[in-house]
């Protein structure tokens, strides 16, 4: 029961919206991940932190659900509970406070601005639209102060990320990516699809001046790691789901010129960090994560030099 629910999180989780969060410019820190618990009792679920040389592993959180957050100083995290409370805490997962409880829908993908003031997320949540007023699912984009105030929602979207020069990107439900200003103006299209198509794990470069992105086919069949130049319009991309890259999620390296992903293991062997470049080629295995643990969701937060 267990492994067929932890597979079923998986599933959603890859199928719908998820992000890594920001990564900053600075030096590599602590790395933090939401991971399950391989074992039938789920006893270690939570948010983990862990060296970036695969040291000094520590559960930090026990009751979260999705993504984790850091903020661009590394000193705070954001995570979601049960889905409707949004809650912050210190990087070592004390001094936890609830910043907002959402009445409607469920909430997930947290990311902080760089700031530190605001976290954007996505809330999925049920609409009445047409004459008839059928209900149908929807995602969309809102922004709340880290105090619980000034709640709104920007767009329609999900996986949306904050850039270290204040910009937002999201994606749209037929795989568009958009950038948008935190005042819900100056939507841009930044990329365009030839067919529909589910775009997740959005995540911009430390300097602010690419992405990179999951992107699907409608019915999962295929898979590829896409990066955007937001300057030039330009792009690189290479399969995922092979033996080389199985990407449970996909984020920006510290380094501007790597990407980080955590790889699926062979079997029921430990998932591993890696990086490789955005032309997919030059893997470097970092380390494997523990042993009987899943993860699912991670940032790489660093200390701004």
Same mark, same amino acid.
């Not at 959180?61 to 805490?89: C, H, P």
């Not at 950038?179 to 198509?197: L, M």
């Not at 992105?213 to 019915?219: A, D, F, P």
């Given at each position: 029961m267990r492994f067929s629910l932890a597979c079923v999180v998986l599933a959603v989780l890859a199928a719908f919206p998820s992000a890594a969060g920001a990564t900053w410019p600075g030096k590599p820190g602590p790395i933090v991940y939401s991971a399950l618990d391989d074992d039938d009792e789920g006893a270690r679920d939570g948010i983990y932190a862990i060296g970036p040389d695969g040291s000094r592993n520590r559960r930090i959180a026990r009751r979260a659900t999705g993504d984790v957050a850091s903020s661009r100083d590394g000193k705070q995290i954001a995570f979601f509970r049960s889905g409707s409370e949004l809650w912050q805490a210190r990087s070592d997962g004390s001094r936890a406070r609830r910043v907002l409880r959402l009445q409607d829908g469920s909430g997930s993908d947290p990311a902080w601005s760089p700031s530190g003031r605001q976290l954007v997320f996505t809330l999925t949540v049920g609409r009445l639209v047409g004459d008839n007023e059928e209900v149908i699912e929807m995602q969309e984009v809102w922004v709340v102060r880290r105090g619980g105030g000034g709640l709104r929602m920007l767009h329609r979207g999900h996986a949306a990320t904050w850039s270290s020069r204040g910009l937002i990107a999201f994606a749209e439900e037929d795989g568009l990516v958009a950038t948008i200003r935190p005042n819900g103006r100056g939507r841009r299209v930044r990329v365009r699809q030839r067919r529909a198509a589910v775009v997740t794990e959005l995540d911009f470069s430390p300097n602010g001046r690419r992405l990179v992105y999951l992107q699907s086919t409608r019915r999962l069949t295929k898979s590829a790691i896409h990066t955007v130049n937001l300057r030039t319009g330009g792009h690189t991309s290479f399969r995922d789901s092979?033996?080389? %890259?199985?990407?449970? =999620? %996909?984020?920006?390296?510290?380094?501007? =010129?790597? !990407?980080?992903?955590?790889?699926?293991?062979?079997?029921?062997?430990?998932?591993? !960090?890696?990086? +490789?470049?955005?032309?997919?080629?030059? +893997?470097?295995? !970092?380390? =494997?994560?523990?042993?009987? !643990?899943?993860?699912?969701?991670?940032?790489?937060?660093t200390r701004r030099p």
């Amino acid at each position: 029961m267990r492994f067929s629910l932890a597979c079923v999180v998986l599933a959603v989780l890859a199928a719908f919206p998820s992000a890594a969060g920001a990564t900053w410019p600075g030096k590599p820190g602590p790395i933090v991940y939401s991971a399950l618990d391989d074992d039938d009792e789920g006893a270690r679920d939570g948010i983990y932190a862990i060296g970036p040389d695969g040291s000094r592993n520590r559960r930090i959180a026990r009751r979260a659900t999705g993504d984790v957050a850091s903020s661009r100083d590394g000193k705070q995290i954001a995570f979601f509970r049960s889905g409707s409370e949004l809650w912050q805490a210190r990087s070592d997962g004390s001094r936890a406070r609830r910043v907002l409880r959402l009445q409607d829908g469920s909430g997930s993908d947290p990311a902080w601005s760089p700031s530190g003031r605001q976290l954007v997320f996505t809330l999925t949540v049920g609409r009445l639209v047409g004459d008839n007023e059928e209900v149908i699912e929807m995602q969309e984009v809102w922004v709340v102060r880290r105090g619980g105030g000034g709640l709104r929602m920007l767009h329609r979207g999900h996986a949306a990320t904050w850039s270290s020069r204040g910009l937002i990107a999201f994606a749209e439900e037929d795989g568009l990516v958009a950038t948008i200003r935190p005042n819900g103006r100056g939507r841009r299209v930044r990329v365009r699809q030839r067919r529909a198509a589910v775009v997740t794990e959005l995540d911009f470069s430390p300097n602010g001046r690419r992405l990179v992105y999951l992107q699907s086919t409608r019915r999962l069949t295929k898979s590829a790691i896409h990066t955007v130049n937001l300057r030039t319009g330009g792009h690189t991309s290479f399969r995922d789901s092979t033996r080389q %890259v199985s990407a449970r =999620d %996909v984020a920006w390296a510290p380094s501007s =010129d790597r !990407l980080a992903y955590a790889h699926r293991g062979p079997g029921n062997g430990p998932s591993q !960090l890696r990086t +490789i470049r955005p032309n997919g080629t030059g +893997i470097r295995t !970092l380390f =494997d994560f523990p042993s009987g !643990l899943t993860p699912f969701g991670f940032a790489w937060p660093t200390r701004r030099p």
